[in-house]
């Protein structure tokens, strides 16, 4: 496929934006297997500038194999992903500038302090200002007080809201989110959502959420995409857990 | 700075994708992770040091028995302390690297926009640093407790520790693929490597007391010329430069092997998915 060169690419969306929808994500066939097991089959949708996705699904549906694949720490075997109509392959650096994630499954570097980390990951992608960025994510998540803790003496849900605090500091345009709210209690779960809702207002945050919870995306998300046995089985407005999966067979 | 060199250097570093900030950065985070953590403390600054204190006293018993044999002991003690500053590399640099698999991190840092070459520059700079702070402590115990060590060495030393530093470097690219293509099961890789070459390095023992095969593979293991030119130096006090122009031909074949291995190991780890399982 012919390769828009990335300085005319974004100028284009630049210029389009206001007029045509041009997807943000687009998953185009794209497949994974490990040895002789499916994990993901014929993967096709888009998601648009400002949308809020619900990616849901049993445990071994592929949820986490996608994000991966859309975080580039995994390669798919065939199609094609493509992020701000840049194809990953090619353009991996400058996509993942642009992007962030935060799980709950995973911590930041143990013997450093909460600072320490926030401040490498603010170096790596280069954000201006990053102790003012620190100060305020932090004190939004109320986790200020743990600035100069080591990350292992923290709880599951202080580590959780650190990788928030993370996730945020380079003012993403999408952000993913793995089973984020496995360890936070819900005024933590109500202030992130807030956030979320508050920069999809006004930045146009584009947000793609990964849960076992329907609860979560239904009160988050306003679009569904539902995973089962590595193809996609729903791709709508949310709609009740039991109502996606009872129709498979 | 005219015009066309700055285009050439901004030309340089995007087609590289490098940027400071991201590898000052990354730099850092290696040597944050190290200043609060007791195990990292230990195997850089104390585990070498009671290495030496060991050797120095045995060069010195070696000499208060028969002191026709002072080389002998000298020729170990320098094994020992020449040695360190390459295994101290490909240690340094496979830990900074397994500790953010151990901490969950690696993924983290995996997502950033940094690239392998950021990373790697910037996993080799920490470890530079680490082992200097080693380098140090050894320089103030050897002047406690064999101050002859430098006068016997002299400036000449400075050239065998560069060389076995940028091999360090070298052979650590090669830990990396394992880790790549293994995962954090290669935990051992760093000893691993570190003390086979040893053994065709011919660090302690002339390469001549080395059985024929193995005699054959040390005259591919670029360090087996320099820890021959050390034994040579200080028993004639003789330098000769092929000594090192041999083996600095060697290991930039080994350079280019290993950047290959990396390459590749890289995008296994990405297409097994490696990455997300360490």
């Known amino acids: ?249 | 700075m005219t015009e066309r060199q700055s285009r050439i250097k901004k030309y340089f570093l995007m087609k590289n994708n490098f940027s400071f900030q991201r590898f000052f950065g990354l730099t850092l985070h290696y040597l944050y992770s190290m200043k609060r953590n007791p195990t990292r403390i230990i195997e850089i600054l104390v585990w070498p040091s009671l290495e030496l204190i060991l050797f120095c006293f045995l060069t010195l018993s070696i000499n208060t028995v028969n002191s026709n044999m002072l080389k002998l002991g000298l020729s170990i003690l320098s094994g020992i302390v020449f040695w360190n500053f390459l295994a101290r590399i490909i240690q340094e640099t496979v830990a900074q690297f397994l500790d953010d698999a151990f901490s969950k991190n690696i993924q983290n840092i995996f997502i950033t926009p940094i690239s392998l070459f950021e990373l790697t520059i910037s996993l080799f700079f920490a470890s530079f640093v680490k082992m200097c702070l080693s380098l140090l402590l050894l320089s103030i115990l050897l002047i406690i407790f064999f101050p002859l060590f430098f006068s016997y060495i002299g400036y000449i030393g400075l050239i065998w520790t560069l060389f076995l530093i940028v091999f360090g470097c070298i052979l650590s690219l090669f830990a990396l693929s394992f880790i790549f293509l293994y995962g954090e099961r290669m935990s051992f890789i760093g000893w691993f490597i570190s003390t086979f070459i040893e053994i065709f390095s011919c660090v302690m023992y002339a390469r001549d007391i080395l059985p024929a095969p193995l005699k054959f593979i040390s005259f591919f293991i670029p360090t087996s010329y320099i820890f021959e030119s050390i034994r040579q130096y200080l028993s004639t006090g003789i330098f000769n430069p092929m000594d090192i122009i041999i083996p600095v031909y060697i290991t930039f074949i080994f350079f280019l092997i290993s950047l290959i291995c990396l390459k590749y190991s890289y995008a296994y780890a990405k297409k097994a998915g490696i990455l997300t399982k360490t």
């Open chain 1, 1 to 249: 496929m012919l390769e828009i060169p990335i300085r005319y690419n974004i100028r284009l969306m630049k210029s389009s934006s206001k007029n045509i929808k041009i997807p943000l994500i687009q998953f185009s066939g794209v497949g994974k297997s490990y040895a002789k097991t499916t994990i993901l089959s014929n993967i096709t949708f888009s998601i648009l500038k400002g949308e809020m996705v619900g990616i849901l699904g049993p445990i071994g549906a592929g949820k986490t194999t996608l994000l991966h694949i859309m975080l580039n720490l995994i390669k798919q075997d065939i199609g094609t992903v493509r992020f701000f109509s840049l194809n990953m392959e090619h353009n991996a650096q400058s996509i993942l500038q642009r992007m962030n994630f935060a799980s709950s499954l995973l911590r930041l570097n143990g013997y450093s302090s909460v600072f320490e980390n926030l401040v490498t990951f603010g170096r790596l992608y280069r954000v201006q200002n990053i102790k003012n960025k620190i100060m305020n994510l932090t004190s939004y998540f109320n986790i200020k007080h743990l600035m100069h803790t080591k990350v292992y003496k923290l709880s599951a849900g202080e580590n959780t809201k650190v990788n928030l605090c993370k996730s945020f500091l380079n003012d993403p345009e999408i952000l993913l989110f793995d089973e984020i709210t496995a360890y936070l209690d819900p005024n933590s779960i109500s202030k992130l959502f807030s956030l979320l809702r508050k920069k999809n207002k006004t930045q146009k945050l584009t947000v793609l959420y990964v849960s076992h919870k329907y609860e979560d995306i239904e009160t988050l998300c306003s679009r569904l995409i539902a995973l089962n046995k590595g193809h996609i089985v729903y791709d709508g407005k949310a709609i009740k857990n039991q109502e996606i999966f009872s129709h498979e067979k």
